[in-house]
């Protein structure tokens, strides 16, 4: 993607602040950036919101960065080594079949993303064509999908997590679709 020299040229002379409040955008790259920018401001205002994105940058850098943080293989068992404390080789010591529980934590975000993610591409094309059919035929077809709707939420995830587990047999794969409702 390319600026063109008109749009370099409102950038450079009237700076980027000026650029981005202008009150008429020159064109749909400047709309753009003023769009996420004004987005940005909002948000930033929010210190929760802040302070939650925080901790989902931080959880993305330690998943991406987990064989850097860690030597030691998370699933290795040490047997010699197990119940060990906290000590500098292993920071949050060690479990009961002498895995690092430091590296399982760290390990683990990887997992912890993989679920959210498999969990977001399902539930929200699933919940846009649940609405769509509810609210195109309405009437008794709406009643039907939302009485569905709501025996499901009315389920605490846990519980319907381990339903599922135990219906389809334990894994990431099957606990993460138990999960689809949120």
Same mark, same amino acid.
């Given at each position: 993607m390319t600026i063109s020299s008109e749009h370099a040229d409102s950038v450079n002379t009237g700076g980027l602040r000026n650029w #981005?409040? &202008? /009150? $008429? +955008?020159? %064109?749909? =790259?400047?709309?753009? *950036?003023?769009?996420?920018?004004? %987005?940005?401001?909002?948000?930033?205002?929010? /210190?929760? !919101?802040?302070a939650g994105l925080a901790i989902i940058v931080v959880l993305i850098v330690v998943a991406l960065a987990a064989p850097l943080l860690t030597s030691y293989d998370p699933i290795v068992q040490d047997m010699a080594g197990r119940l060990a404390p906290p000590s500098a080789s292993h920071w949050l010591g060690t479990d009961n079949f002498g895995r690092d529980v430091f590296s399982r934590v760290i390990y683990g975000a990887r997992t912890t993303l993989y679920i959210i993610m498999l969990v977001t591409v399902i539930? &929200? +094309? #699933? @919940?846009?064509?649940? @609405?769509?059919?509810? %609210?195109? =035929? %309405? !009437?008794?077809?709406? $009643?039907?999908?939302?009485?569905?709707?709501?025996?499901?939420?009315?389920? /605490? @995830?846990?519980?319907? *997590?381990? @339903? =599922? *587990? &135990? *219906?389809l047999g334990p894994g990431i794969t099957n606990v993460s679709a138990s999960d689809i409702r949120r």
């Open positions: #981005l409040l &202008a /009150p $008429e +955008p020159r %064109g749909w =790259f400047q709309s753009s *950036a003023q769009q996420i920018h004004q %987005g940005w401001r909002k948000f930033s205002l929010h /210190p929760l !919101g802040l539930v &929200a +094309p #699933l @919940g846009l064509l649940i @609405g769509t059919v509810s %609210g195109y =035929f %309405g !009437g008794i077809v709406d $009643e039907v999908l939302m009485r569905v709707t709501d025996i499901f939420l009315s389920f /605490p @995830g846990l519980v319907l *997590a381990l @339903g =599922f *587990a &135990a *219906a």
